[in-house]
């Protein structure tokens, strides 16, 4: 693609430093907002990755949640499974 936009004179070296360097600030703007939001708690994971649980599913949730309720992270970021 980018040969192709190259023939054409729309893509150069300049303007592609523009572009990483553009990409470079939203990705960093991006992760420092990430980093200032409170951790997610463990209970979560199944809330936040499907949109509706199955009963199986909600069974699962359910066992996790009596036997790692008590349970607490130790390190940045851990999750106790």
């Given amino acids: 693609m980018r040969n192709y936009l190259q ?3 729309l ?13 470079r600030e939203k990705i960093n703007t991006a992760t420092s907002r990430a980093a200032e939001r409170p951790e997610p708690g463990w ?7 499907y949109e509706d649980l199955t009963p199986a599913m909600i069974e699962q949730r359910e066992e996790f949640r009596q036997h790692e309720s008590h349970l ?3 390190n940045e970021g851990e999750f106790p499974l």
């Avoid at 209970?43 to 990755?49: K, P, S, Y």
């Fill in 11 to 23: 893509w150069d070296e300049a303007y592609e430093d523009q572009v990483w360097e553009s990409w």
């Fill in 43 to 49: 209970e979560t994971v199944w809330e936040n990755v």
């Fill in 72 to 74: 607490e992270r130790t």
């Fill in 7 to 9: 023939q054409l004179g």
